[in-house]
DNA sequence: ATAGGGTTAG
C-alpha cells in the first residue's frame, strides 16, 4: 500500500517537475553529464529482478539465547532484568547485549550499561572490554578507551588482536597516525600477536581518511608479499580512497589487479567506482560499470542507486533522479534518508525549495526519517534563497525532533545570516553554538571572514584572523582568498599584495582564484600591466587560469579602456578553450554597439560567445 | 560474544 502511495507520489512530482524543466532549460546548460539517456534503464527492465525478500519470520529463526535488541530502551529493560535474575546470566550474555546495542551506534548506552555491570560486580572478559573500548573511540574519547587498556592489566587479561585493532581505530579517529602506526609496529615486533587482515584494512582507511593513499597502497604491497594476504575489503578500501580523489583510472586499474588474483568484486567496489566515475560526469562509464555488475550477478543495492540520484541531483536532473526512485521502488529496494536528502538537496540547487519541502514532509510522514543532514539540506536551501526566517525556524525545530545541530547547520546558518547583512545575527550564533558544545572549523570562520568582508568591516575581519593565527587554527588558502578579496574590493591593494607575497612564508600556495582574486583587485586598481604579470607567473607556476581568470581579466582591462589589449586576451581565451561568460559578454556586446571593436576581430569575437 | 570497506549537508 505504502509503496503504491509512494509510486503515485513519485509519479505526481515527475509530472510537476518535467513542467519545471521546460521552463527553466538554461539551469542545465553547464551540465557535465551527457544527455540523459532512457535506453540506461532499459536493463534494468531486462535484467532477473532480484531475488525475493525472505519473508522467514521471527518464528522461523532458530532460537537463541539473546533476545534480540532493536533500540535502545529494549536494551536496558532486557538488562535490567537480567540483573534481577539469580543465579546471575553468565557474562557472555551481557556481551552479546552490549554488542548489539554498540551495533546500532548507541555507544554511550553500552558505556552506561557496562557501568552498571561494574556496580553489580559481573567479571569483566577480553571481549567487553573490547567492546567498550571501540565505544568510547566512536565517542571520540580515546583516553577512556586507553584507561580501560589498564584495566586488562589489574584483571590479568590479554589483550587479542581485536582489542589492538580496535585501539588502532581509536587513534586513527582522533588523526593520531603516529601513535596508530606505532602501535602497529609494536604488535609486529612483539611477536605474539600479530596483525591480521582486520588490522592492515584498519591501518590502510587511517592513511585513506588522511588522503594519503601512497602509504595506503605501500601498505597493501607489503601485505602481497607477506603471509596476511590483502582480501576484498583492503581493496575496496583503497579503491574507494582513490575515487574520492578522482584518480578513478588508478582505481581501475587496482580493481583489474584485484580481479587478476581471484578476488572478485562486490556491490562496494561497484558502488565505490561508480561514484568515481560520476564525480568526473563520466556518466556512460557509470552505465557501463552498471552493466557490468548486473551481468556478474552483482545488484546495486540503496548505497548504489543513493550514487545515481545524488550524481543526477547535483546535476539539476531531479526528474531523472525520481525516475531512479521510481526505480528503486520497483526493484524493492526502499529509498531511505539519504535518497531523500539528496533528492532536497537537488531541488534546493534548482530553487525549488517548495519541492524540497514537500520531499521533507514526504520524509516526516514515513516516521522519523528526517535527520541532522536532512535539516541542513533544508536550511541551506532556505538560506541560499535568503528566506532566512524560514531557516531560523527549522534550525528552532530540530531539537523538538530530538536533533542536534551540528558544526554544519551552524555554519550554514552563520552564512545565511552573512549574506543576508544581518552581521549581529551572525555574532550571537557563534556565541550560541560555542555554548552548544559545536566547536567552530576553519569553515566556520572563512563563512564569518566573507559575512564581515562583503558587509564592509574589513577591520573586524582582520581582527578575527588575528584571533585565528593566535590560537594556532590551521589556516588554509580559502581563508586568504577571502581576505585578500576584501582587501581589494575595498581598493586596499597594498594590503592585499602584502598577505600575497606573504602566502609562502606561511607554508601555503596560491590557487587559481587567489590569482584570480589578485589580477581582478590589480584591474580595480588600474594596474592593468601588473595583472597581466600575474597572469603570466600563474602559468610558470603551473598554476593554470581557468575560464574565470581570463573572464576576469578581459573584463579589467575593458573597464580600464585597453579594448586591444582585451581582444588579445580574448584569443588567449578562445585558443585555450574557454568562453566569455555572461558579464563578460554584455561588456563585449556594449563595445560592439558602440563600434569600438575592430570589424577584423568580429569572427574571433563571435568564437568565444 | 569483540575489530576493517561503499551513499547525503556547510
Known amino acids: 500500500m505504502l509503496k503504491m502511495m509512494m509510486r503515485n507520489i513519485a509519479a505526481a512530482s515527475f509530472y510537476c517537475s518535467s513542467r519545471r524543466w521546460r521552463g ?169 600477536c600479530q596483525p591480521d587482515v582486520f588490522t592492515f584494512s584498519t591501518l590502510i582507511k587511517g592513511f585513506c581518511m588522511r588522503g594519503d593513499n601512497r602509504a595506503a597502497i605501500q601498505l597493501l604491497r607489503k601485505m602481497e608479499e607477506g603471509v596476511c594476504k590483502p582480501d576484498l575489503v583492503v581493496y575496496n578500501t583503497i579503491i574507494d580512497s582513490l575515487c574520492k580523489d578522482t584518480l578513478v583510472d588508478d582505481a581501475l586499474n587496482l580493481f583489474s589487479e584485484m580481479m587478476c588474483k581471484g578476488i572478485s568484486p562486490n556491490v562496494i567496489t561497484y558502488t565505490s567506482l561508480m561514484n568515481g566515475v560520476c564525480k568526473l560526469g563520466e556518466w556512460k562509464e557509470a552505465t557501463r560499470l552498471l552493466n557490468e555488475m548486473v551481468s556478474k550477478n552483482i545488484f546495486p543495492d540503496v548505497f548504489t542507486f543513493n550514487v545515481l540520484v545524488d550524481t543526477l541531483c547535483k546535476e539539476g536532473m531531479v526528474v531523472e533522479a525520481e525516475g531512479v526512485v521510481e526505480m528503486m521502488i520497483q526493484r524493492d529496494i526502499d529509498p531511505d534518508t539519504v535518497t531523500y536528502n539528496s533528492l532536497m538537496d537537488g531541488c534546493c540547487l534548482r530553487g525549488e525549495i517548495g519541492k524540497a519541502q514537500n520531499v521533507f514532509e514526504l520524509m516526516l510522514s514515513k516516521g522519523s526519517m528526517v535527520n541532522v543532514f536532512s535539516y541542513n539540506t533544508l536550511i541551506n536551501g532556505y538560506c541560499k534563497l535568503k528566506k532566512i526566517d524560514e531557516a531560523v525556524m527549522l534550525f528552532l525545530d530540530m531539537s523538538h525532533k530530538g536533533l542536534v545541530a551540528n558544526t554544519v547547520t551552524y555554519n550554514t546558518l552563520l552564512d545565511g545570516f552573512g ?83 606573504g602566502l609562502s612564508s606561511k607554508g601555503l600556495r596560491p590557487d587559481v582564484k587567489t590569482y584570480t582574486i589578485m589580477i581582478n583587485g590589480l584591474c580595480i586598481a588600474g594596474l592593468t600591466s601588473e595583472a597581466e604579470k600575474f597572469l603570466i607567473q600563474m602559468e610558470e607556476k603551473g598554476c593554470f587560469p581557468d575560464g574565470c581568470t581570463y573572464n576576469t581579466i578581459i573584463r579589467g582591462f575593458i573597464h580600464n579602456k585597453q579594448t586591444s589589449r582585451a581582444m588579445v586576451l580574448i584569443r588567449t581565451m578562445v585558443e585555450k578553450g574557454f568562453s566569455a561568460d555572461a558579464s563578460t559578454t ?10 569600438e571593436v575592430d570589424p577584423a576581430l568580429l569572427p574571433l569575437i563571435k568564437k568565444s560567445l
Not at 43 to 72: E, G
Not at 586 to 595: C, G, M, P, R, T
Request: with cysteine; hydrophobic share 40%; aromatic share 10%.
Open 419 to 501: 549574506k543576508a547583512g544581518r552581521i549581529q545575527d551572525t555574532h550571537k550564533l557563534f556565541s550560541e553554538m560555542q555554548a552548544c558544545g559545536q566547536l567552530p572549523n576553519v569553515r566556520t570562520y572563512s563563512i564569518l571572514l566573507d559575512g564581515l568582508c562583503t558587509n564592509r568591516q574589513l577591520s573586524r575581519a582582520m581582527q578575527l584572523f588575528g584571533e585565528m593565527e593566535a590560537k594556532k587554527l590551521d589556516i588554509d588558502i580559502v581563508i586568504y582568498n577571502i581576505l585578500i578579496e576584501g582587501l581589494c574590493i575595498a581598493g586596499k591593494i597594498e594590503s592585499a599584495r602584502d598577505l600575497f607575497c
Open 586 to 595: 554584455e561588456l563585449i556586446v556594449n563595445l560592439l554597439s558602440k563600434d
Open 24 to 192: 527553466m532549460p538554461w539551469l542545465h546548460s553547464n551540465s557535465t553529464l551527457v544527455v540523459f539517456d532512457n535506453n540506461y534503464f532499459a536493463f534494468f527492465h531486462s535484467q532477473p529482478s532480484k531475488p525475493i525478500k525472505s519473508t522467514r519470520t521471527k518464528l522461523d529463526q532458530p532460537v537463541r539465547d539473546s533476545p534480540k535488541i532493536t533500540n535502545v530502551e529494549d536494551a536496558f529493560n532486557v538488562f535490567d532484568k537480567m540483573l534481577q535474575m539469580r543465579p546471575r546470566p553468565s557474562v557472555v550474555l551481557f556481551t552479546q547485549i552490549l554488542g548489539q546495542v554498540a551495533k546500532l551506534k548507541h555507544y554511550s548506552a553500552v558505556i552506561s550499561l557496562y557501568n552498571q555491570m561494574g556496580v553489580s560486580r559481573i567479571g569483566h572478559d577480553v571481549y567487553i572490554l573490547t567492546i567498550v573500548i571501540n565505544c568510547y573511540c566512536h565517542l571520540n574519547q580515546m583516553g577512556f578507551g586507553l584507561s580501560v587498556l589498564g584495566k586488562f592489566f589489574k584483571l590479568g587479561l590479554e589483550p587479542n588482536v581485536f582489542t589492538f585493532t580496535t585501539l588502532i581505530n581509536g587513534f586513527l579517529l582522533e588523526n593520531r597516525v603516529v601513535q596508530a602506526v606505532e602501535l602497529f609496529n609494536k604488535m609486529i615486533k612483539a611477536g605474539n
